[in-house]
């Protein structure tokens, strides 16, 4: 059996959380790779909804195995959070979710230095979520981190202790003036480390060595999308690891020989929350439209979304790295009633045209090159059925299809779990 790979190939919230809720069904377990609580994954289903920012989006499904992988960095006191809202409704997470001894630990002190390096940027600021993500995955590349595993050593306490000490010398060289109690932060974290400490740890690329070889079906979960990839997306503006399908691989320490399926999640339009280039971003009442419609608030941090266009060159390029087999077109409902949709499939940068990414968009002259598609007027949310779909849109997904060359292969038309369209 194969892993298949789920992945967001635009600027992240693309509605990953719903489709691996969508397809669980089909696998034996789910892991998520990389990221932390930067993500946030909704689902939605009778009549319920449910953000997940740690917990892989299989949790619900009884039976399923759900696990952090090795990539994923963790914050015991949102993970906590998020175990409570499974308690409540009787999930038995016990049973089915397992936690990679090697994922790193976001320590109190990863957050404060997040927000002073913020703070310290002023204007060139990433518009990071402020949940500790780049210093932690910093100590893990420095070698530094703390890692779940140390949790079961008896000097666990010296190593937070030391790290901790380390991080607020840092604090001091930064300068900057944040209003924090770190009694009242370590305190709230240990009680969440208890927590933590009552699920399942395992060596996790050794689980899933066997699991495949007891030819049990692997869902990978990602989070953010290509275009916040470390090296690929449009760096400084990015997210602090390998959001694409090599960092599967180093997030689960499964072989490229065992991957099959890469299933590329894409909106219908695009969306950019935090700072960086956004070429086909709109300012004007259809981008609002977008927002409005589409309810375009971030899941973790319930800032508005940046909306505009689809924009092809970054997808055909986001396609290219990740070798994506299949795409799912999500929010499709979001587009109706608008009279024309417009699609960017070149650049004109620094006044020639280029139909790909250059390799830096962030302050260049680059403006979108726009190919445009007759709307549609149906509401789609109530529709099952690819025949139902009007023929403008199948008309847009067959220009997007062509253009990428990779077919797609589901249209999600609401936010529910039923409203779900095969092809
Ligand atoms: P993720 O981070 O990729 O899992 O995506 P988010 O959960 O951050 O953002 C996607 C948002 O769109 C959520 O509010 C979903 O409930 C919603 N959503 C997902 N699919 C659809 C869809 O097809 N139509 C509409 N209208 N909303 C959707
Ligand atoms: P999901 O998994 C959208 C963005 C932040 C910021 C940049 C760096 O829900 O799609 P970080 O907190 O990683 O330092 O932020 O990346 N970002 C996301 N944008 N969806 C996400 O996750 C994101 N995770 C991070 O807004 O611009
Ligand atoms: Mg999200």
Request: charged content about 20%; proline content about 3%.
């Given at each position: 059996m194969k892993v298949d790979l789920l992945l967001g190939l635009q600027w992240g919230d693309e509605g990953k959380g719903k489709i691996v809720d969508v397809l669980t069904k089909n696998y034996s377990t789910v892991a998520r790779f990389q990221g932390g609580p930067n993500a946030g994954h909704t689902l939605i289903f009778e009549n319920q909804k449910h953000v997940l920012h740690t917990i892989p989006s299989g949790i619900f499904h009884k039976g399923s195995k759900n696990i952090v992988g090795n990539g994923v960095v963790i914050d015991p006191v949102i993970l906590k959070k998020e175990l409570e809202n499974l308690d409540q409704h009787h999930?038995?997470?016990?049973?089915s979710l397992f936690i990679s001894r090697k994922a790193h630990l976001i320590l109190p002190t990863h957050r404060l230095l997040d927000a002073a390096s913020e703070a310290t940027k002023g204007k060139l600021k990433i518009g990071s979520t402020l949940k500790g993500i780049g210093p932690t995955y910093m100590d893990k590349t420095g070698r530094n981190g703390m890692r779940v595993g140390d949790l079961e050593l008896d000097n666990w306490k010296e190593l937070f202790d030391n790290l901790t000490q380390k991080h607020l010398s840092m604090l001091a060289y930064f300068n900057v003036d944040l209003a924090y109690n770190l009694d009242e932060l370590v305190a709230e974290y240990f009680d969440a480390l208890a927590v933590l400490r009552g699920l399942k740890f395992i060596d996790s690329e050794d689980y899933l060595f066997k699991a495949l070889k007891n030819n049990q079906t692997i869902l990978a979960e990602g989070a953010q999308g290509s275009m916040l990839?470390?090296?690929?997306?449009t760096y400084p503006y990015v997210t602090s690891s390998n959001t694409t399908a090599a960092g599967a691989c180093t997030g689960l320490g499964i072989s490229p020989h065992d991957i099959g399926e890469v299933f590329g999640i894409i909106k219908a339009y695009t969306t950019r929350v935090g700072s960086g280039p956004f070429p086909t971003e709109l300012f004007d009442d259809d981008g609002k439209t977008m927002g409005r419609v589409g309810c375009e608030?971030?899941?973790?941090?319930?800032r508005p979304r940046r909306c505009g266009w689809l924009d092809l060159v970054a997808l055909k390029y986001a396609v290219q790295i990740n070798g994506a087999t299949q795409l799912m077109m999500m929010k499709?409902?979001?587009?109706?009633?608008?009279k024309t949709i417009k699609a960017c499939t070149s650049y004109i940068y620094k006044g020639k045209m280029v139909d790909h990414l250059p390799y830096?968009?962030?302050?260049?002259d680059v403006s979108p090159v726009y190919t445009e598609f007759k709307g549609w007027e149906a509401d789609l949310t109530s529709m099952t059925s690819a025949a139902q779909l009007p023929e403008n849109l199948l008309n847009y997904i067959k220009f997007i299809e062509n253009f990428v060359g990779v077919k797609i292969t589901i249209v999600s038309v609401?936010?529910?779990?039923?409203q779900t369209i095969m092809r």
């Amino acid at each position: 059996m194969k892993v298949d790979l789920l992945l967001g190939l635009q600027w992240g919230d693309e509605g990953k959380g719903k489709i691996v809720d969508v397809l669980t069904k089909n696998y034996s377990t789910v892991a998520r790779f990389q990221g932390g609580p930067n993500a946030g994954h909704t689902l939605i289903f009778e009549n319920q909804k449910h953000v997940l920012h740690t917990i892989p989006s299989g949790i619900f499904h009884k039976g399923s195995k759900n696990i952090v992988g090795n990539g994923v960095v963790i914050d015991p006191v949102i993970l906590k959070k998020e175990l409570e809202n499974l308690d409540q409704h009787h999930i038995n997470y016990k049973e089915s979710l397992f936690i990679s001894r090697k994922a790193h630990l976001i320590l109190p002190t990863h957050r404060l230095l997040d927000a002073a390096s913020e703070a310290t940027k002023g204007k060139l600021k990433i518009g990071s979520t402020l949940k500790g993500i780049g210093p932690t995955y910093m100590d893990k590349t420095g070698r530094n981190g703390m890692r779940v595993g140390d949790l079961e050593l008896d000097n666990w306490k010296e190593l937070f202790d030391n790290l901790t000490q380390k991080h607020l010398s840092m604090l001091a060289y930064f300068n900057v003036d944040l209003a924090y109690n770190l009694d009242e932060l370590v305190a709230e974290y240990f009680d969440a480390l208890a927590v933590l400490r009552g699920l399942k740890f395992i060596d996790s690329e050794d689980y899933l060595f066997k699991a495949l070889k007891n030819n049990q079906t692997i869902l990978a979960e990602g989070a953010q999308g290509s275009m916040l990839d470390i090296d690929f997306g449009t760096y400084p503006y990015v997210t602090s690891s390998n959001t694409t399908a090599a960092g599967a691989c180093t997030g689960l320490g499964i072989s490229p020989h065992d991957i099959g399926e890469v299933f590329g999640i894409i909106k219908a339009y695009t969306t950019r929350v935090g700072s960086g280039p956004f070429p086909t971003e709109l300012f004007d009442d259809d981008g609002k439209t977008m927002g409005r419609v589409g309810c375009e608030f971030g899941a973790t941090t319930g800032r508005p979304r940046r909306c505009g266009w689809l924009d092809l060159v970054a997808l055909k390029y986001a396609v290219q790295i990740n070798g994506a087999t299949q795409l799912m077109m999500m929010k499709a409902d979001v587009l109706s009633g608008f009279k024309t949709i417009k699609a960017c499939t070149s650049y004109i940068y620094k006044g020639k045209m280029v139909d790909h990414l250059p390799y830096s968009i962030n302050n260049e002259d680059v403006s979108p090159v726009y190919t445009e598609f007759k709307g549609w007027e149906a509401d789609l949310t109530s529709m099952t059925s690819a025949a139902q779909l009007p023929e403008n849109l199948l008309n847009y997904i067959k220009f997007i299809e062509n253009f990428v060359g990779v077919k797609i292969t589901i249209v999600s038309v609401g936010p529910d779990r039923l409203q779900t369209i095969m092809r």
